[in-house]
């Protein structure tokens, strides 16, 4: 079996000390538009009176951080992180939470849909196969890519209300045949051995502890010969473990994004 890994730096801002400074204009009219008023914002699945508590519990992770760089302890904190932020996600940024290479004379949302069908692209699939989108969010990405390639989008996310959010998108958009979302883990995903005809993930592998244990599950599923696609953050060779203020910006974007281990995923 041929898995491609595509890493893509992102270069929308500038590399500085080993970091990447990365911005991305949103136009949070366009996300109010498609999602929630401010006013509405909720905390997902967490009952209004204990989101304080879950806030509280997602920060005090990281101040123990080795008590959940395990695979049974990662769900339960991304699955707490996506309950407090899917809602402002989805409001002041869309329905891609993800970042994308400005594109000269494209608005930041026609950018965001070619940097997504640039990755169906380059799984070069046929209409009608059937792909997996590994952490598939609200799944921005995954109607993009399911009305430019004709192709059939399994979703998995740990989160059930981003599943609810993003089956209700589907059906609004009339691709909610040619899209289906499950809830579930992808280091344990409910899928049968080589049932995938490509897949990808975009800036959702950075979850697992080890990114070996998603990627030998995602190897799992596809048929063989298929291809696997992943943009993902990274360092480059310019990181410094032992520099304090490397450290810093990496664990400014590991507390911000809940991307654990970006030092550690190395280009």
């Known amino acids: 079996m041929c898995i491609l890994v595509v890493y893509r730096l992102l270069e929308t801002g500038e590399v500085n000390g080993g970091g990447a400074f990365i911005f991305a204009g949103t136009d949070s009219r366009q996300a109010e538009q498609k999602g929630k008023r401010a006013v509405h914002l909720s905390g997902g699945s967490i009952d209004k009176e204990k989101v304080q508590d879950k806030y509280k519990q997602y920060w005090s992770f990281f101040r123990r951080p080795k008590e959940i760089e395990t695979a049974d302890k990662v769900p339960a904190f991304v699955d707490t992180f996506y309950n407090l932020v899917t809602d402002i996600y989805e409001w002041g940024w869309g329905q891609s939470f993800h970042f994308s290479p400005s594109i000269p004379g494209k608005s930041h ?22 792909i997996l989108d590994a952490g598939c969010g609200v799944g921005g990405p995954m109607r993009a890519i399911a009305a430019h390639s004709g192709a059939n989008v399994v979703g998995i996310t740990i989160n059930e209300y981003q599943v609810n959010r ?3 998108h589907n059906k609004k958009a009339g691709l909610d045949k040619q899209c289906e979302v499950v809830c579930g883990n992808f280091l344990q995903m409910p899928f049968d051995d ?4 490509g897949a990808y993930s975009i800036e959702a592998t950075c979850h697992a502890p080890k990114l070996e244990e998603v990627y030998s599950e ?31 910006i990496i664990q400014g974007i590991e507390r911000e994004t809940r991307c654990r281990g970006c030092a550690a995923t190395r280009i």
């Open 218 to 248: 995602i190897y799992r599923v596809l048929k063989p010969g298929s291809l696997y696609v992943s943009y993902e953050w990274v360092t480059t060779e310019l990181y410094r473990g032992e520099d304090p203020e490397h450290v810093e």
């Open 194 to 197: 080589n049932s995938f005809d």
């Open 166 to 168: 993003a089956r209700m």
């Open 109 to 130: 949302r026609d950018a965001t849909r070619v940097h997504e069908e640039m990755a169906v692209d380059l799984l070069n699939i046929k209409p009608g196969a059937r």
